[in-house]
T-cell receptor
Framework: GAGVSQTPSNKVTEKGKYVELRCDPI?????LYWYRQSLGQGPEFLIY????????DSGLPNDRFFAVRPEGSVSTLKIQRTERGDSAVYLC?????????????FGPGTRLLVL | AQSVTQPDIHITVSEGASLELRCNYS??????LFWYVQSPGQGLQLLLK??????LVQGIKGFEAEFKRSQSSFNLRKPSVHWSDAAEYFC???????????FGRGTSLIVHP
């Protein structure tokens, strides 16, 4: 079946603008994760959804970042008043039920550049 | 909290040569350990994982890794590298009951023909 998809693949915006990044998880996966990967670094956890609710948002860096998953499938990561430091690749992953031994399946990411 | 160190930023090998990528972790209990590969423009793909049992773990694409508790290591190995193995490799550590692994900064593998 289809894997995790993310749109857009690239996004260029200006400092201070608002952006939305979309993630389509694997069908039937209840757990969805957002990570941020800065240049030369590994992915860093942002937020985890179990169904429609954010079960853990401890990785969100500040209140400019927000994510939703209203129907328990597609998720949108929203960044307000973007800053140059927000430039990174934003990765989405999904897993079947969110258990600790499950494999997380990653999407190709959205590369965000804030000018 | 757990942490991961991948001491090598870049590794260069010749095609057909053997490969070992190093990973050291810090965690108080028995960790969950993972190796992922990321090719350009692609998402991370799980190569293998260790939770318990046999300390030598076999993965996809001919990779294996060995968990050594005494050395806090989980090094990734492959006996003969192919040009298509050129990619970024990430080691990650998780904990029982936690769904969020902590990733290392990655090792970039360059394969010479």
């Amino acid at each position: 079946g289809a894997g995790v998809s993310q749109t857009p693949s690239n996004k260029v915006t200006e400092k201070g603008k608002y952006v939305e990044l979309r993630c389509d998880p694997i069908s039937g996966h209840t757990a969805l994760y957002w990570y941020r990967q800065s240049l030369g670094q590994g992915p860093e956890f942002l937020i985890y959804f179990q169904g429609t609710g954010a079960a853990d948002d401890s990785g969100l860096p500040n209140d400019r970042f927000f994510a939703v998953r209203p129907e328990g499938s597609v998720s949108t990561l929203k960044i307000q008043r973007t800053e140059r430091g927000d430039s990174a690749v934003y990765l989405c992953a999904s897993s079947l039920a969110g258990l600790d031994q499950e494999t997380q399946y990653f999407g190709p990411g959205t590369r965000l550049l804030v000018l | 909290a757990q942490s991961v160190t991948q001491p090598d930023i870049h590794i260069t090998v010749s095609e057909g040569a053997s490969l070992e990528l190093r990973c050291n972790y810090s965690y108080g209990a028995t960790p969950y350990l993972f190796w992922y590969v990321q090719s350009p423009g692609q998402g991370l793909q799980l190569l293998l994982k260790y939770f318990s049992g046999d300390t030598l773990v076999q993965g996809i694409k001919g990779f294996e890794a060995e968990f050594k508790r005494s050395q806090s290591s989980f090094n990734l190995r492959k006996p003969s590298v192919h040009w298509s193995d050129a990619a970024e490799y990430f080691c990650a550590v998780g904990a029982q009951g936690s769904y969020i692994p902590t990733f290392g900064r990655g090792t970039s593998l360059i394969v010479h023909p």
